[in-house]
T-cell receptor, first 111, second 122 residues
Framework: RKEVEQDPGPFNVPEGATVAFNCTYSNSASQSFFWYRQDCRKEPKLLMSVYSSGNEDGRFTAQLNRASQYISLLIRDSKLSDSATYLCAVSLFGGSYIPTFGRGTSLIVHP | DADVTQTPRNRITKTGKRIMLECSQTKGHDRMYWYRQDPGLGLRLIYYSFDVKDINKGEISDGYSVSRQAQAKFSLSLESAIPNQTALYFC?????????????????????FGPGTRLTVL
């Protein structure tokens, strides 16, 4: 089983739709969780960190489910500009631990 | 100005050539990383460095070497390039101790990526 897994998609949704992605991780000791956004041929950029209490930023909501070992990203009222690949990253806390990235989920928002 | 820069941005070379990709950062971070990204394979770690005197192999270091010339500079070399090293290469920096968030004592080890180098080996 891969350390961090994502459905590659693509998720093809109309503008205004609500869409959700999950990212599962295998190491139950993982402590840090992130969602990154990557536009085509560009570098990944942090979208949001995922805290144990969840995190909301405008139309974006991230949740952590430790029992089932996954994080989720919910996008409400999708915009054309949300079209991108969304990467999750998971790491152990601090120290010498390097985040492991998922392969990404592609989102296409159409008119 | 960008915090993390990479040069060159694009490079086409031939099999067997030596190539160096350079990365500079102005974020003052100690940690620097080199990744490659291939379609369908996501980001894979090549090498990482936690400070100037520290160099570590990542998941796919064979065929690559690195040099940490200063806190701000981390170079990746392909000693003898081969076609399957054709990929998009990203440099990144991070600062794992930048703080906590509210009640959550979580690492804020955000990765800051450079714009990437698109390398083609013919």
């Amino acid at each position: 089983r891969k350390e961090v897994e994502q459905d590659p998609g693509p998720f093809n949704v109309p503008e205004g739709a609500t869409v959700a992605f999950n990212c599962t991780y295998s190491n139950s000791a993982s402590q840090s969780f992130f969602w990154y956004r990557q536009d085509c041929r560009k570098e990944p950029k942090l979208l949001m960190s995922v805290y144990s209490s969840g995190n909301e930023d405008g139309r974006f909501t991230a949740q952590l489910n430790r029992a089932s070992q996954y994080i989720s990203l919910l996008i409400r009222d999708s915009k054309l500009s949300d079209s991108a690949t969304y990467l999750c990253a998971v790491s152990l806390f601090g120290g010498s631990y390097i985040p492991t990235f998922g392969r990404g989920t592609s989102l296409i928002v159409h008119p | 100005d960008a915090d993390v820069t990479q040069t060159p941005r694009n490079r086409i070379t031939k099999t067997g050539k030596r190539i160096m990709l350079e990365c500079s950062q102005t974020k003052g971070h100690d940690r620097m990383y080199w990744y490659r990204q291939d379609p369908g394979l996501g980001l894979r770690l090549i090498y990482y460095s936690f400070d100037v005197k520290d160099i570590n192999k990542g998941e796919i270091s064979d065929g690559y070497s690195v040099s940490r010339q200063a806190q701000a500079k981390f170079s990746l070399s392909l000693e003898s390039a081969i076609p399957n090293q054709t990929a998009l290469y990203f440099c990144a920096t991070s600062d794992p101790y930048s703080g906590t968030s509210g009640r959550d004592t979580t690492s804020t080890d955000t990765q800051y990526f450079g714009p990437g180098t698109r390398l083609t080996v013919l």
